[in-house]
C-alpha cells in the first residue's frame, strides 16, 4: 500500500513536471493576439504604373518602420501595355503578388483577382475604414481591392473674374448659372456679333470640353443614378436610374443653346476649356484635383481658387465624380498573405500621410478625411473625397465615345432627351455585356 502511493506520488510530480515545462514553452513562445501577423511577409512583387519614384518613397517608409516589408519589390509598367503585359504574365506563370488598378481597368481584370476572405477583411470594416467611392471595389462574393489613391473632382474658379463682375461667392448650386440675375449673365461678355469673348461656365459640348463624361458622370449621381451597378455576380447599367435622370441632358446641353439668351456660354468653335481657363476667359473649369499641379505650370500668374462643385438644389445627394485606384491579388499570385499585408500597409494611415504630402490629394481613410487639413486647397479636396462617387468603366474611350454621341444626339435634335438617355443605358449594357466575370 505504501509503494503504491510513493508510485502514485511520483506520477503525480512527473505530470506537475511536464505542465511546468509545458508552461515555459508556451511563455516563451507566445505573443498576443495583436501581434500574430508579425511574421515574415516574405517576397512581394507589386505591379503598377504610378511613378516607380512615388512607390519607392513610401516602400523606404514602410522598411524603416517595420523589417517585414524589406522584401516588397515594385516594377513600373508602361500605361499603354498594362493590362497586355498583366494577362502575359498569367498566361506565363510569372504573375505578380499585387497589381495597382484603376477605377477604369478593374473589369478589364476583375475575373482574375482573389477574393479578400472576411476573416481577413470584413466588408463592415471596409466600409467603416475607406470613403464611399471604394465601395464599388466591394462585390457580392467579397472585397476585391485594398483602396490607395482617390482623386476627386472639384471646380477651379479665377478670383478676378468673379470680383470684376460682382460675383461674392462661388455657386453652390447648379441653378445659379440659370438665374437670370446669376453667374452667367454678369460674367458672360460678347462681341458686336454676339460671339463669346468671355464665359462663367463651359457645358453643352463634348469636342472641346475638358473631362465632358466625367461631368456628367456627376451630374447623374447627384440624381441618383449609379451608372453601373453590380447584380449578381454580374455588372449592368443603372437602367431606373437612367430612366429618372433625363433632365441631366437638358441642363448640361442649354449652355450651347444660343437660343437661350440667359444660359447661352460655350459653343464648338470655342477653343478647350482648360485653355480657356488658363488664358482667363472661363471663370469656372471642373476638374480634378490632380489638375491643380498642372495649372499651376502653365500659368503662374492665374489668380484661382478652388470650391466643391454645385449641387442640384432639388438633390438628395451631394456627390462627385472621384478617380480611385486600389491594389488587388491575382488568383495566380504565389504569396497572397504577404500580397494582402503589402497592400493593408499601403492603406495605413502612415503610409498614407506620406502619400498625401507626395502626390498633394487626399487620403483614402475615413479616419484620415475626417480631420480637417490646414491647407485651404487640401481641406476641399478632403470634403469632395468624403461624398465622392466612383464607377468602374468597362473602357474609358469607349464611353467616351458614347457619352459624346448621346450630348450630340440631344444638341441636334436628332434624338429627345429621355429617348436617348435610355440608348446610352442600353449601350453601356451591350459594352458590359462583353465581359467575363
Known sequence: MKQNKTIFQIAIALIFGVMLMIGFVLFATYKPVGEKDKKIIGNVVVWGTMDRNIIETLLKNMREKDERFKNITYIEKSKATYNHDILEALASQKSPDLILLSNDNFLKNRNKLFVIPSQNLSKRSYYNSFADAFSIYVS????LGIPFVIDPMVMYYNKNMFSSNRVV??????EEFEDPNGINIKIRSLDNSGNILKTAIAFGESSNVKNFKEILYTLFFQKNNNIIKEEKEFYKSDRVGFEK???VIKFYNQFSNQSNKITYAWNKSMINSEESFLSENLATYFGF???IKKIRLKNPN????????????????KTVYAKTW????PKASKNKVGALATALKFSSKDVQS?????????????????????DLYMDIFYREAIYANSILEPNS??????????VNNVNTGFKQPKETTIILSGEIDNLLSSFDF
Do not use: C, H
Not at 326 to 329: E, G, Q
Not at 365 to 372: A, E, F, P
Not at 398 to 406: A, D, G, I, R, V
Open 289 to 291: 484635383s490632380s489638375e
Open 397 to 406: 474611350n469607349t464611353m467616351k465615345q458614347l457619352f459624346s454621341e448621346y
Open 354 to 374: 506620406v502619400l498625401t504630402q507626395k502626390i498633394y490629394l487626399p487620403p483614402v481613410r475615413k479616419d484620415m478625411l475626417n480631420i480637417r487639413p490646414k
Open 140 to 143: 457580392n462574393e467579397g472585397v
Open 245 to 247: 435622370s433625363s433632365d
Open 326 to 329: 486600389v491594389f488587388s491579388i
Open 302 to 317: 492665374l489668380n484661382f481658387d478652388v470650391a466643391e462643385i454645385p449641387t442640384f438644389k432639388n438633390s438628395t445627394k
Open 169 to 174: 461667392l462661388p455657386p453652390e448650386s447648379w
